[in-house]
């Protein structure tokens, strides 16, 4: 999905937003019942601390497609540790496309995502980790093969499972070992076999 730059649609419009000067009033920008006008209220909004909250808040509620990518170019932009704590609690939502977009921005923030890492693998709810498994994979960060090592000694299969992908992913011969032991956990599991192969084909060239 492309997040840099948001197209106009035809007969949509995007009117300039006045400027917002209080939480209250930059959420109701973002509200207006066009979806020209809540991306001309993005572009407003974006460059001020308090817009990007604004933003923030209001991307686990939009309906629109052109405005959700507006919103997380935005963010991306202007990435930094608060924005990066906002996004993360969407890697809970049901919501499949938000919390994928989500896993899209947050890895174009590695620096600002590190310190949550750990706290998401431990995290109690196996789909959070299965979800921070799937970020780590495209995160480009120097220590996510070692994270994703800690995700592949998860006892739950669909955790480990991830976790296989992101090593394939990220390609690190050293993780081969550690992959090659995966299905001797899972016996009988034929999934977790295929995986392992496949990630060991792609890490060995072969």
Known sequence: MPLIKARSQAGDAAPLAPAANA????????????????????????????????LCRRLAVETSASVREAILAALI?????????ALLPLLRTEEAP????????????????APH???????????VRIFAGNMLGVLPHPRAAEWLLTALA?????????????????????????LAAVPARFPGNSFI??????????????
Do not use: W, Y
């Open 23 to 54: 939480p209250a009033q930059s959420d109701a920008l973002l509200a207006a019942p066009t979806a020209g006008e809540r991306r001309a209220a993005v572009h407003a909004l974006e460059g001020s601390v308090d817009g990007q909250a604004a």
């Open 77 to 85: 932009r202007h990435r930094s540790p608060a924005i990066a704590a």
């Open 98 to 113: 938000l919390r994928n977009a989500a896993i899209e921005a947050l890895a174009e923030m590695p620096d600002e995502v």
């Open 117 to 127: 890492v750990e706290a998401l693998l431990v995290d109690p709810d196996s789909d």
């Open 154 to 178: 998860d006892a739950h299969v669909n955790v480990c499972a991830a976790a296989i992908d992101g090593l394939a992913e990220i390609g690190d011969p050293a993780t081969a070992d550690a």
């Open 193 to 206: 076999a295929f995986a392992v192969r496949v990630a060991l084909g792609r890490i060995r060239g072969c």
